[in-house]
């Protein structure tokens, strides 16, 4: 899965997104993106310089490199 967590004006909201599922639309700013799985394999595909910690099942990602990854993933992922 892939988590989205996104900064709301009174709360966080937390919206999740699986492969061959469109991508959710989203406000933002995002404070962070959690990915494991086949969605972690995807961003590490999609994105192949973004820092990823090697051997971990769940990484997570805040910020701008949050913004990023929600700004420019692709949909066109299929599970293996």
């Avoid at 090697?54 to 805040?62: D, Q």
């Amino acid at each position: 899965m892939l988590y989205f967590i996104e900064q709301l004006p009174h709360v966080n909201a937390e919206r999740v997104w699986h492969i061959n599922q469109k991508k959710p639309h989203l406000l933002g700013p995002f404070i962070e993106v959690q990915a494991d799985m086949d969605e972690l394999d995807a961003i590490k595909a999609q994105f192949s310089n973004l820092p990823t910690p090697h051997g971990k099942s769940v990484v997570s990602w805040k910020g701008e490199m949050a913004q990023f990854i929600y700004d420019n993933l692709s949909e066109n992922h299929t599970k293996s």
